[in-house]
């Protein structure tokens, strides 16, 4: 997936997974680097995504012991038709970066 080799070249020690599954890409990103994340994805010309689709939570209880909660991106690029999904863990009461200032 062409975001994974860009956040591989410019973030990568902020990529705690990435998982492939029935054709969707989901990157696991450092909570403090979400915004960061998602606005390098935004502005590389090549990738462009450009469109915020959803912005949610998941509460992860009774699947894993940490951290409790995902907040979810979902992104799309208009110029390659393609989504992607960003995750960024936190624990409750943790704060996580807004995508916009």
Known sequence: HPAVRLLRERMAGEIVDIVRFRDETTIHVQRDAL???CALLRDD???GFAMLTDLTAVDMLRLRAEP???VVALLYSL???VRL???AGCNDGEPVPS???
């Open 35 to 37: 915004r960061d994340v």
């Open 45 to 47: 010309d090549r990738i």
């Open 68 to 70: 409790r909660f995902d």
């Open 79 to 81: 110029k390659n038709r």
């Open 85 to 87: 999904r960003l995750k």
């Open 99 to 101: 995508l916009v200032r």
